[in-house]
């Protein structure tokens, strides 16, 4: 590790590992967890919390003595590296999924880095957790909750925080992908990770037409969780239903390669990162 940046992940090994433990431990999830790497590695996802921003609010809620953090859902060992940049060394870190993949992964990407974490095999839909953490931390996590779920889930978040405890919560919101952008979408979603991905000589973890079915079957999945909220007040009256009072609500900007750059565009698609206290 000596020259390594601290915290720092090879993608591509993490992307070999997920798609090994993905085939044996998820179950509808496997898509996502065993493509989310190589949607890393290709800037396709926007989904790396690599804002200045975003480090510096967890730096700042983080710093005092033992803080206790939850990660609530992780797609892989991306959230875990921003947190661990960002807190205290003597910060709790506490990752839950509902999927073993990226519990594993975290895991090794914890012990790689002498880092104590624990794990919670869990869906945040059954959280009951009362007053433990000063942090919840949560990306991108809202559109695959379901919609009549998602203010529960927030309540539940909140009721898991201490009486002085924050909610950071990374959104997006955009249009829906549909008419006449959507053959578009299907036929470019595909051919630019795989293309992206020939370009850097990525390896890929299984043959180019099983490979590229299982890419056309995730674009479809992650077309549906697309535009599941238009705009940033829909996000900020879910989070105050919940509980909340909203602290800060900023736009941050995403990092991905020219392709997918260009679908952003054209669904308007737009990051926010939030800080919300339980409402008194």
Known sequence: MRGEVRFSEDLRQLAAEASELAVCLCGQC????????????????????????????????????SARILIAGSADSGLLAVVARAASSDAEIVV?????????????FAARWSLSIE????DLMELSLQSGFDVVFAHSLLQFIPADRRVDV????RRS????????????????????????????????????????NVVLPEPR??????????AEERRVREGAHATRAEVAHLIETAGFEI???????????????????KIAKERFVAIARSRS
């Not at 839950?96 to 090794?108: F, K, N, Q, V, Y």
């Not at 794990?119 to 869990?122: F, I, K, N, S, W």
């Not at 009486?163 to 990374?170: E, M, T």
Request: with cysteine; glycine share 6%.
């Open 30 to 65: 496997q898509n996502f967890h065993l493509l989310w790497p190589y949607l890393r590695l290709a800037g396709a996802s926007g989904g790396d919390v690599r804002s200045p921003l975003v480090h510096s609010m967890l730096h700042h809620l983080l710093s005092k003595t």
């Open 96 to 108: 839950l999924d509902r999927c073993e993949t990226p519990l594993e992964i975290c895991g090794r």
């Open 119 to 122: 794990t919670l095999h869990l």
């Open 154 to 157: 927030l309540a539940r978040m």
């Open 161 to 200: 925080l201490r009486p002085d405890g924050r909610l950071v919560i990374v959104f997006r919101t955009s249009a829906r992908i549909e008419g006449n952008l959507l053959p578009e979408y299907r036929e470019s979603y595909p051919k630019h990770l795989i293309g992206q991905l020939d370009a850097m």
């Open 209 to 218: 037409d099983n490979f590229t079915r299982r890419v056309e079957a995730y």
């Open 247 to 265: 602290e800060n609500l900023t736009q941050i900007e995403a990092e991905q390669s020219a392709p997918f750059q260009q679908l952003t565009a």
